[in-house]
Structure formats: C-alpha cells, structure tokens
C-alpha cells in the first residue's frame, strides 16, 4: 500500500494548513497513520476477508465499528463490538492477533 492511496481513506486530499511546521505535522501524522494501517492490515487482517481492504474502506467501514472498551486498573480488560455490524464477527476474531 501507498502512502499515495491513503490521501484520500485518510480524507487528506489537499493540505490545508499555510504555516510551515503545521504541514510537517500534518506530513508526520499521515505517515503514521500509514504505518498503522499497514501494520494493521499485516498483523490483523491477513487471512480475513477484510486484507483485501483499501485505507478508505478500513477507515470508513472497519475502523468505525461501534462498541465499548472495558478498562479495569489502567489495563484493557474487555472490547465488546457491536454485534449486528457486517464486520464486528471477522474483527472479534481477527484482534487478538494483536496481543500474540
């Protein structure tokens, strides 16, 4: 994946600020949110019909699942989706791929 196919999952079409260190942050967050997409794609969603997802597709219809996050002593204890969305079942499976 190209950082030039997330300008627009990333809603980043044109930049928007007119002061130089404000494009560079805006440069630094759209690469690192680059890098977590891909991470992501790489280490969750290998295997799972959603690999096949651009960044706008991830971002608008994966990463925006509804649900809660149960936090208990500063740890997450508990990530409950929201069962009726078409992606919760793929993902329930899929994230605790990440704590491997």
């Known amino acids: 994946m190209e950082i030039r196919n997330d300008k627009q999952g990333l809603l980043l079409a044109h930049r928007r600020k007119r ?3 404000a494009q560079e942050i805006l ?3 759209n690469d690192l949110a680059h890098n977590f997409i891909t991470a992501f794609r790489r280490m969750v969603l290998t ?3 959603l690999a096949e997802f ?3 597709r991830l971002i608008q ?7 809660e996050v ?5 740890r997450l204890v508990e990530l409950r989706l929201l069962e009726t969305h078409p992606y919760a079942r793929i993902m329930a499976e899929a994230l605790p791929r990440l704590w491997r």
């Not at 219809?61 to 649900?67: A, K, L, S, Y």
């Not at 149960?70 to 500063?74: F, G, H, Q, S, W």
């Open 19 to 21: 002061a130089w260190p």
């Open 54 to 56: 651009g960044p706008y």
């Open 47 to 49: 295997d799972t019909p």
């Open 70 to 74: 149960v936090i208990r002593d500063e």
């Open 27 to 29: 440069v630094l967050l």
């Open 61 to 67: 219809e994966v990463f925006n699942i509804p649900g």
